[in-house]
């Protein structure tokens, strides 16, 4: 009796060791077929120009996506975050901002940490859009960095979402946010998080150790933008490119002091669309003056600016278009949102797309195909066809509107809609 309780208690444990490696068989494969991509760390991804790797498309797109999950966050326009198995994702549940991290295979909720009582009013001309957040986090060793909508900066954990530093900026500058709320997304540059605080007419592009939180260096020449950093090497100079309030600029990264600028205030001084990097140029937009490339050069002390080209086809309010191979595809405010095409070494306007498409299109680009989704919840995969707008196929969704970026995680899709995640599969 004893020898077959003690077999059948081995048969048991064996049982149990086949499936635990099971389970983890499962886990790996799905995060095998997902997880081609790099992991998605930040504001348009690995490298903030909207390039995704490792798309695992089928040779004949389905007529219908399939719904893997989805669960209930909260609002906001953040773009969720994906490192590993994990999900980041900041949000607003009531009054509170919420930092999650969520299982990829399931959506079951990790952790949560939560900002307090983080009250916000709504700019009347903004009141669309929510109380946010609106800006995306960035992953860098293990940390999470938040930007809540009020301006309040916060590292966490990325294991555990351990509060490490928070900064609150309400003694430095009368209004902690600009005036539509917080937008920019913060950026990590050698042990540097990067990111304009402050409000409407008084703020500084600050630069924090990213470990502790002490200040490093800022330029306090303007207010804030909505628009995100870049961190860039022109004329031999690693510099962070920017919109401010009333202009856009280049700021030596390692000391905060200004090396030029362009003047660049909009009607309502709210330059929202992100540089761009081609080449040795800089790709950016004024709105109601088009889109230009410039070039920067050294001479002697002084850091000049040369206009590359202008379209005047086409201008960005709030899109930030990518760059596959030779040529520029975005989103033009004109005609209520018209896809473009635009050759980015001349600036020739190849193609524009029908009127009225949306207010705001994420876009994404694999390299051979590119993703427009439309704050309508339209999800658009099209050629990277220089001669027209060539749609290979066209989905909904979501049943509300979507702001944040679509995540693409092998021949998975990752879609943040009002209120909720859900993880699609082609």
Request: hydrophobic share 40%; charged share 20%; aromatic share 12%.
């Amino acid at each position: 009796m004893a020898r077959w309780q003690t077999r059948m208690s081995a048969l048991q444990s064996l049982w149990l060791f086949f499936m635990k490696v099971i389970r983890n068989l499962f886990i790996v494969l799905f995060i095998s077929t997902s997880a081609f991509a790099a992991d998605w760390t930040q504001w348009r991804g690995a490298k903030r120009d909207g390039f995704v790797s490792g798309v695992n498309l089928p040779a004949t797109l389905p007529k219908d996506l399939k719904e893997q999950w989805r669960v209930t966050v909260g609002i906001g326009h953040s773009t969720p975050l994906v490192v590993g198995n994990k999900i980041y994702h900041f949000t607003r549940q009531g009054e509170d901002e919420i930092l999650l991290c969520l299982d990829l295979a399931t959506g079951k909720e990790v952790w949560r940490v939560a900002n307090q009582n983080v009250s916000y009013t709504v700019h009347r001309a903004a009141q669309a859009h929510g109380k946010g957040p609106k800006s995306t986090p960035v992953y860098w060793n293990n940390k999470i960095y938040t930007l809540g909508i009020s301006g309040i900066l916060s590292s966490h954990d990325a294991k555990t979402g351990k509060l490490i530093w928070q900064k609150e900026f309400s003694k430095q500058y009368k209004e902690t946010s600009p005036l539509f709320g917080t937008a920019t997304s913060p950026v990590v540059d050698n042990g540097l998080l990067i990111t304009y605080v402050g409000g409407h007419d008084n703020g500084a592009m600050t630069a924090f150790d990213a470990e502790t939180g002490a200040v490093k260096w800022f330029y306090d020449g303007d207010g804030p933008a909505y628009s995100s950093p870049l961190v860039v090497t022109l004329a031999g100079v690693k510099q962070v490119v920017t919109h401010t309030q009333k202009e856009f600029v280049g700021i030596d990264a390692t000391n905060g002091k200004k090396l030029w600028s362009i003047p660049s205030k909009s009607e309502y001084e709210d330059n929202c669309a992100s540089p761009i990097l081609y080449k040795n140029n800089i790709i950016f937009s004024r709105e109601r003056f088009g889109i230009f490339s410039i070039r920067v050069t050294k001479k002697g002390d002084t850091y000049e600016t040369q206009e590359v080209w202008k379209n005047s086809d086409n201008e960005l309010y709030m899109n930030t278009p990518v760059i596959n191979g030779n040529h520029l595809f975005g989103l033009s405010s004109k005609k209520k949102g018209q896809f473009f095409a635009i050759d980015a070494d001349t600036g020739k306007t190849l193609w524009q797309g029908e009127g009225r498409v949306g207010e705001n299109a994420a876009i994404l680009n694999t390299g051979k195909t590119l993703f427009f989704l439309t704050n309508d919840a339209n999800l658009i995969i099209a050629n990277p066809n220089t001669k027209n707008f060539e749609v290979l196929a066209k989905y909904t969704v979501a049943q509300s509107q979507t702001w944040a970026h679509p995540i693409l995680l092998g021949n998975k899709m990752l879609i943040k809609d009002e209120k909720t995640i859900a993880l699609f599969s082609f």
